[in-house]
């Protein structure tokens, strides 16, 4: 009787140890459960969104009008377009097409001559602005992910001044294709220009 009885009681208290690991074991799966949720909502919800804000953007960061917020925001929308693009063979073509148009649309009327020239001077600017441009984001999309959290939000702001270095050191186009120059009304910019030259707004806009 005194047995069965100690049997009886060391079986609860097993089952109630067990229930309780099994609970805490539950609730330490569940933020995993949701993190994968996230990331699994993120892969689902369109990336094409964030292209077409950028593509209305591009326009109005270089060359004939140029808006401030416009040189800060289409990175930050084609960025975050390359991120959440399902395949990069994909989203790196695209981006290179938003680059290039928004070059030709915004070299509208700023070339002098005739239709050949101006024709050919359009697609060969909107060419190689499409294909340097596209450098950044297929370094973020293709090195970031194999770095650590903190080390890759360095990777666009590097790569993004080493592209608009890189453009100023050409003879042609130099940096009057640079969408720094639409900071030129900001004060405060143009007093961290003036201690680190034009790549230290470059890397605030990357």
């Known amino acids: 009787m005194w047995f069965s009885s100690a049997l009886v009681s060391a079986l609860r208290r097993v089952s109630g140890k067990a229930g309780w690991e099994g609970d805490c074991a539950m609730n330490q799966s569940e933020p995993l459960s949701t993190s994968a949720a996230a990331r699994e909502k993120n892969a689902r919800s369109p990336a094409w969104p964030w292209l077409a804000v950028g593509v209305i953007l591009l326009p109005f960061t270089i060359v ?11 990175p930050i929308f084609l960025l975050r377009y390359a991120r959440t693009a399902r395949r990069a063979r994909v989203a790196l073509p695209m981006i290179f097409l938003a ?29 190689f602005r499409g294909v340097i441009s596209t450098l950044p984001y297929a370094a973020d999309r293709l ?5 650590g959290q903190g080390t890759r939000t360095l990777v666009f702001p590097l790569a993004f ?18 969408s720094l120059y639409s900071q030129y009304d900001s004060a405060t910019l143009m007093q961290i220009l003036s201690i680190t030259g034009m790549w230290g707004v470059a890397f605030l806009i990357g």
């Open 99 to 127: 680059q290039a148009i928004g070059a030709a649309v915004a070299m509208r009327g700023g070339e002098i001559g005739d239709v050949f020239s101006l024709a050919f001077g359009l697609i060969v600017f909107s060419l």
């Open 143 to 147: 090195i970031g992910p194999r770095l």
């Open 161 to 178: 001044t080493s592209v608009e270095w890189l453009i100023a050191t050409l003879a042609t186009p130099n940096s009057s294709g640079s």
């Open 64 to 74: 004939q009008t140029m808006l401030p917020l416009a040189a800060w925001f289409a």
